[in-house]
């Protein structure tokens, strides 16, 4: 693992379009509502090293496609962008994650909620009851209030 760094968190630019849809893509997270204007992004001195947007369905924020280079990991990074986006958005902030990684988010106050509690707004109920029933959809939704 690398030396803790120091890095800057910023608002994305165009320009920028390109490298989240590649870091997206490369930890095959949801390809939907990837527009740089809804995303924070890290910076070393030299490149972006991690990312994370709020998604808006309506009235509901989610936050969403966070991902750190695999080099920069368990330095904080992720932990300083998921802040970042929870200082611009506010709460209700609500999340959808694979059950393996509950527990990192966990660690920063999000909590999982039982189906009967996700808004329709993020997930319709028709697409929810797919994603459970036929496509046995092993992810959570969680939630931090405050
Ligand atoms: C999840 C991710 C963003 C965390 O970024 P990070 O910069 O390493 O996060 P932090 O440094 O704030 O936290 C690291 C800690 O979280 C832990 N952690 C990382 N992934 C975890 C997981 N899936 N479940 C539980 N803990 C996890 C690390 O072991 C580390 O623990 P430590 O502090 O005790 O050493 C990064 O691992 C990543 O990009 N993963 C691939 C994409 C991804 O899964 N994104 C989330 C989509 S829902």
Redesign the pocket.
């Known amino acids: 693992m690398r030396e803790p760094s120091p890095y800057s968190i910023r608002r994305a630019v165009e320009s920028d379009q390109p490298v989240i849809r590649r870091l997206v893509r490369s ?1 095959c ?1 949801n390809p939907r509502d990837v527009h740089w204007q809804n995303f924070l992004v890290v910076e070393d001195e030299s490149r972006i090293i ?1 990312i994370g947007q709020i998604r808006l369905h309506g009235t509901v924020k989610e936050l ?5 280079l ?1 080099e ?11 802040s970042a986006l929870e200082m611009q958005a506010g709460y209700p902030l609500y ?4 059950n ?6 966990q ?1 920063f106050g999000y909590v999982v909620l039982s189906d009967a509690h996700i808004p329709p707004a993020m997930i319709p109920r028709r697409v929810l009851w797919i994603a459970r029933h036929l496509l046995r959809g092993q992810f959570a939704v969680m939630l931090k209030v405050a």
């Open positions: 930890e997270l991690g969403g496609s966070l991902v750190v695999p920069y990991r368990g330095q904080g990074v992720g932990g300083a962008l998921i999340l959808m994650c694979r393996d990684r509950v527990s990192y988010y660690r």
